[in-house]
Nanobody
Framework: QVQLIESGGGLVQAGGSLRLSCTAS????????MGWFRQAPGKERDVVAI???????YYADSVNERFTISRDNAKNTEYLQMNSLKPEDTAVYYC?????????????WGQGTQVTVSS
């Protein structure tokens, strides 16, 4: 069983930055595909960014070149650096982990952290 604990959400003005962190319990963090998803009110949960265990990354078009996903396997932690934030980035952000294709199947979810971007 893996527990994912997120931190770093909050309120920021448009154009500002935030960094989210997600720390995982358990072993073999480096073998997990890790990701960030978000869910805005009245909308489905969508992928934001993925950090594959092999080292490559994936970004949704809406955040590409503004957000950066990274991971520190020694600390069992992944990060999401969010720059040039827009009001439409407002959502609850969820950390996710999977040993399978994380875009198809998430094994573990964090509790979520609220990000609110004011205009």
């Amino acid at each position: 069983q893996v527990q994912l604990i997120e931190s770093g959400g909050g309120l920021v003005q448009a154009g500002g930055s935030l960094r989210l962190s997600c720390t995982a319990s358990g072993r073999a963090f480096s073998t997990y595909n890790m990701g960030w998803f978000r869910q805005a009110p009245g909308k489905e949960r969508d992928v934001v960014a993925i950090s594959w265990s092999g080292g490559s990354t994936y970004y949704a078009d809406s955040v590409n070149e503004r957000f950066t996903i990274s991971r520190d396997n020694a600390k069992n932690t992944e990060y999401l650096q969010m720059n040039s934030l827009k009001p439409e980035d407002t959502a609850v952000y969820y950390c996710a982990a999977s040993r399978r294709n994380i875009l198809a199947q998430v094994d573990y979810w964090g509790q979520g952290t609220q990000v609110t971007v004011s205009s």
